[in-house]
């Protein structure tokens, strides 16, 4: 058609395709196959399912991050006659970050884990879709000024920081803002005292109400720790104090964050509880696409409650906004310190309970010192880990 709009393709690699995030974005990707193509595909060890990606994305590149798993990769390739490269490791998952054959890199891995492969991004100037919120909450100053130096853009993917980037003005300033409103669900134990919470089961904390996540994830939203490394982000990518982030709980999550102006005005963005939406604003910004997600009926809902949270019966929230205040590695040591909670609530080592008793001691047991550089933050976060298993150990024999 004459006059008709040439969208140079954007190429994405994408780390951490088969966890939700992931799938989610390759459902986007997949809608344009004029406007996207994927360079590169990493997971950390389910084989299987990115050899299925492989065959239908046909990336240039797949890392498996557990390097153990390198040869059913490669096999796996071979035997399906695709000419993608098998990579495996943690620089393998650097170099894909990096590379100059994607502009786009989707930070989907969950954890300390990838906090790496973010700044190869940051490094290299790319657009970068941020939904390892573990990076920011680690090394948020150090991703923030390597952004800054090398011209990367940084577009949040978490729902409530996607929504605030999008109520925030265009040309990035924050005058005039007054507050930012995370809101939160309230996760699955919602309304419940501190007393009942003391036999909760995995599967139950991880059957979120609203959203379909993975397991690690799920038990954060139930804690509402998610919400404290959240809160933590915020800080970094909007630049706004402690005191000028607030947490209202609103159980339908429809309203995914807002932003209070001087003026009085509150903007809001609303939408269906789907990651599609948010995905598909980073992966097409500054334009907007169709995400798959249907239209949202503000008829068909019936009602929109908010609440403050009770910091009582979920204190991760509380110690996360501790950390924030403090400073340098505090949010370093509580996030390793959550990590090692979460992996032995999961694997039935500790009580739901005694997550957030082992993130405070943890706390409590190590000083804070000046967060400057990466190393620094990565040495604190092996010290920390090994704290909090340390402490673990003598909570089990307790």
């Not at 809101?183 to 991880?206: K, M, N, V």
């Not at 609303?270 to 599609?276: E, S, V």
């Amino acid at each position: 058609m004459a006059g008709s709009l040439t969208i140079d393709k954007r190429r994405i690699a994408l780390l951490g395709a088969t966890g939700s995030i992931g799938s989610s974005a390759l459902d986007v990707i997949a809608r344009h196959p004029e406007r996207f193509e994927v360079a590169a595909l990493s997971a950390h060890s389910r084989v299987d399912e990115l050899l299925e990606l492989c065959a239908r994305f046909r990336p240039e590149t797949a890392v498996v991050a557990d390097e153990e798993k390198y040869g059913a990769l490669r096999d796996g390739l071979a035997a399906r006659g695709l000419a993608t490269r098998a990579l495996a490791g943690a620089d393998a998952l650097d170099e894909i970050a990096g590379d100059e054959r994607s502009d786009t890199v989707l930070a989907a891995i969950v954890g300390a884990a990838g906090v790496s492969s973010t700044l190869a991004a940051a490094r290299a100037g790319k657009r970068l879709l941020l939904a390892n919120k573990e990076s920011v909450v680690l090394a948020g100053a150090v991703l923030m000024r390597t952004a800054a130096e090398h011209g990367a853009r940084i577009l949040p993917i978490d729902s409530e920081h996607n929504a605030i980037y999008q109520c925030l003005p265009a040309d990035g300033s924050r005058g005039g803002v007054r507050r930012l409103l995370l809101t939160a669900s309230g996760g699955p134990f919602r309304g419940r005292s501190r007393a009942s919470l003391a036999d909760i089961t995995p599967d139950q904390a991880c059957a979120h109400p609203n959203w379909v996540m993975g397991r690690k994830i799920s038990v954060d939203s139930a804690t509402l720790m998610n919400k404290g490394l959240e809160v933590i982000e915020a800080h970094h990518l909007f630049g706004l104090a402690p005191e000028c982030i607030e947490v209202v709980v609103h159980p339908q999550s429809v309203i995914h964050s807002l932003v209070d102006y001087v003026d009085g005005s509150v903007l809001a963005q609303l939408g269906n509880p789907d990651m599609r939406t948010a995905l598909a604003y980073g992966l097409a910004w500054p334009e907007r696409i169709d995400s798959g997600v249907a239209p949202l009926d503000l008829t068909a809902l019936a009602r929109f409650d908010f609440a403050a949270p009770d910091l009582q019966a979920f204190p991760c929230l509380a110690l996360a906004y501790e950390a924030l205040r403090t400073g340098g590695t505090a949010p370093a040591i509580l996030n390793a310190a959550n990590e090692v909670a979460v992996a032995a609530f999961l694997a039935g080592q500790l009580p739901f309970l005694g997550i957030s008793a082992l993130i405070e001691s943890t706390l409590a047991a190590m000083s804070p010192e000046p967060a400057d550089d990466l190393a620094v933050l990565i040495a604190c976060d092996g010290q920390a880990r090994r704290q909090a298993t340390e402490l673990l150990g003598r909570m089990v024999r307790q």
